[in-house]
């Protein structure tokens, strides 16, 4: 395979994988530029079984959605609406915590919280319903407020990110989702999220969190209007910054959905660049541990396929999922624990329920 490899003008890159060299810019560019897909896959499954062999990890987890009123309003949003809108809604405290109090006959192990930058509620909201929820399950591991809604946290606190963190830790935050990030470049953000908090900003609040000892995940939503080469400079801004702190767990690009979006006129991902952005960001972001699949975005059968293509996590059960949805999604909002290892076990690898922090389990 190798030497199929080389006739594909890809044999450096090879090389310096096999070498376990650090592959450049310009390396990851070509990679994305390249037609040969499986070539570009099977240099990503040689890191991808370096790391993690034939693991293939999920969680059993939930998501809550406590608002979509949004101040932000980005255009490739579906979720997020103006306070006015028929379409804007929020959860009370108590409706959040009933919420995971709904499900304490299953084992869950991660709650994942998440809404738009809302306009009214206090910070005093945030704390109370992180404390709540502990209280109505106090082994579950929080992963709450993407980069964007702490930076925002911190604005209405009048503290700083830091003393945010702090405040937010204390009432039972234990790692942070990698949302918000989109596209770092300053012109895709310009066009499409003018508002929103800059790429610098975003990778500030994490190497923030992470000196705090919080982790947390890095996405990128690519498949909309940005260049291949805009996508490689958020993959190094991402790998520097790991290099600098070693606190992302996952790496998790996320495909844009545009249905019920400002940006509707645009057509869904192919599978060929789903597949391709898991593959380079396994090649060249060498200092994270894992890459996710995240099948709810992409959907099962692309996610199956991911597996051999650099993936090893394709997420969780992810009970009721309702941000990709709205844009969209035809996935299932939910998936069963049976169904996922099924999914896994058909691609040839060797399925295991994962914690927060990629503690094992159960392997099946």
């Known amino acids: ?112 919280i998440v809404g738009g930058l809302h306009p009214d509620l206090p910070f005093s909201y945030y704390i109370d319903m992180l404390r709540g929820i502990k209280e109505a399950r106090p082994e579950i591991h929080i992963q709450a407020f993407t980069c964007v809604e702490i930076a925002h946290l911190a604005d209405i606190s009048g503290m700083s990110v830091t003393e945010t963190l702090e405040e937010l830790m204390a009432a039972g935050m234990d790692s942070i989702p990698g949302g918000g990030a989109e596209v770092f470049s300053p012109r895709i953000r310009k066009l499409t999220c003018e508002k929103k908090l800059s790429g610098e900003g975003w990778i500030e609040v994490a190497k923030t969190a992470h000196r705090l000892g919080l982790r947390s995940n890095a996405t990128m939503l690519y498949g909309h209007i940005e260049t291949l080469e805009e996508r490689v400079e958020h993959l190094a801004a991402l790998r520097a910054a790991q290099d600098e702190t070693n606190g992302f767990l996952a790496f998790i690009p996320l495909a844009f959905h545009p249905r019920n979006t400002e ?58 999922e309702i941000i990709t949805h709205m844009a969209g999604a035809e996935t299932e909002q939910a998936m069963s624990i049976n169904e996922l290892v099924r999914l896994i076990k058909e691609a040839g690898r060797i399925p295991v329920q994962r914690g927060t922090l990629y503690d094992e389990i159960k392997v099946y």
């Open 263 to 320: 940006m509707a006129d645009l057509s869904r991902s192919s599978g060929i660049d789903d597949l391709k952005n898991i593959a380079v960001a396994r090649c060249f972001l060498d200092n994270f541990s894992h890459i996710k699949a995240y099948w709810i975005m992409i959907g099962p059968k692309m996610a199956q396929i991911a597996l051999s293509f650099g993936a090893d996590d394709v997420d969780g059960t992810v009970k009721e």
């Open 1 to 112: 395979m190798d030497d199929l490899i080389k006739k594909t003008g890809l044999g450096d890159i090879l090389e310096k994988i096999r070498n376990r060299e650090r592959i450049n810019k310009s390396d990851a560019l070509r990679l994305y530029q390249s037609h040969d897909l499986p070539a570009v896959g099977y240099l990503a499954n040689i890191v991808r079984e370096r790391l993690n062999g034939d693991k293939a990890y999920f969680i059993y987890n939930q998501h809550v959605n406590y608002s979509n009123k949004c101040i932000n309003l980005c255009k490739f949003c579906a979720f997020g609406k103006d306070k006015s809108s028929a379409k804007a809604y929020e959860m009370t405290v108590s409706e959040a915590v009933q919420k995971v109090k709904d499900r304490l006959n299953e084992p869950v192990s991660e709650v994942h």
